[in-house]
């Protein structure tokens, strides 16, 4: 397994539907990572002002986020390993099909419970979310994959390491179909439908490291460590993973 890097941490990200001005989600959301991860409570709040202060009426405090369309940064208060849970709307001009969603973000410890969790705590905030996907990475990974989105006023950008070109998040067909891959991927029962996955003679390959979940949906695992794009073999698995599905990222027609 590569090194962990102290200043490195996992990051989950979901795309769901609109909240609409519902807290019952967000509670919903927030209840199921603290199930899927003994000893999680997100009873703190976070911000660059105040730094962590505790929340003594968190329904409460959920409500009116809800009616402002955001999560403010929920977290579990112990400052050498945080946990921190965050949210906004995106408005439909600024989504996939023109449909408005809500984007779920969070971010643990790069460790080695973070990195056993993973996978759970992403189906947990999936699935109470009701998302279409989601996806984990570390947050060096993030930076270097963000050069694969083609911007508004760029032609032919230059993506690293061979990767493909994927079309901004807002010029993608559907909210369904992935925007980008990550190390775990969580894909709903109606994104894999899009997808045509699993397919056993395309995906043998991505099936040892797959499962489907309560709700019709699966986890798919593209390595067995964190992505590492330094590791040729991970690299590898990508870019192949990118070939067989070329929907993600508005590359084709779903």
């Known amino acids: 397994m590569p090194a962990i890097l102290p ?19 967000m509670r919903a959301v927030i209840h199921a990572l603290e199930h899927a991860l003994p000893g999680l409570h997100l009873d703190w709040t976070r911000s660059e002002a105040e730094g962590i202060q505790p ?8 409500d009116e986020a809800a009616e402002d369309g955001e999560l403010p940064a929920l977290c579990n208060g112990d400052e050498d ?8 709307e995106r408005a439909g001009h600024l989504s996939p099909g023109n449909e408005p969603l809500f984007e779920l973000h969070l971010e643990l410890p790069l460790d080695t419970r973070g ?13 109470s979310s009701r998302a ?22 760029q ?9 493909p070109v994927l079309e901004p998040l807002e010029m993608t067909p559907t909210p369904v179909v992935p925007h ?20 056993p003679s395309r995906d043998a390959e991505l099936l040892t490291r797959s499962r489907q979940t309560a709700f019709g949906g699966w986890l798919v695992r593209l390595t ?16 192949r993973t990118y070939a067989r599905f070329p929907a993600i990222g508005g590359r084709a027609a779903p």
């Open 7 to 25: 200043e490195s941490s996992l990051l989950l990200l979901v795309h769901a539907p609109d909240l609409d001005g519902d807290s019952r989600r």
């Open 55 to 62: 929340l003594s009426q968190r329904d409460a405090w959920l």
């Open 81 to 88: 390993h945080l946990v921190t849970l965050s949210g906004w």
């Open 115 to 127: 990195i056993a969790m993973a996978g759970r705590l992403l189906e947990a905030m999936a699935e």
């Open 132 to 153: 279409w996907w989601g996806r984990v990475l570390t947050s060096r990974t993030v930076v270097e994959l963000s050069r694969q989105v083609r911007r508004h006023w």
């Open 155 to 163: 032609d032919a950008p230059e993506p690293p390491r061979g990767l």
């Open 180 to 199: 980008h891959l990550g190390w775990v991927n969580y894909w709903s029962a109606a994104t894999v439908q899009r997808l045509g996955f699993p397919d």
């Open 224 to 239: 067995d460590a964190p992505l590492d794009l330094d590791d040729p073999a991970h690299l590898d698995v990508l870019r």
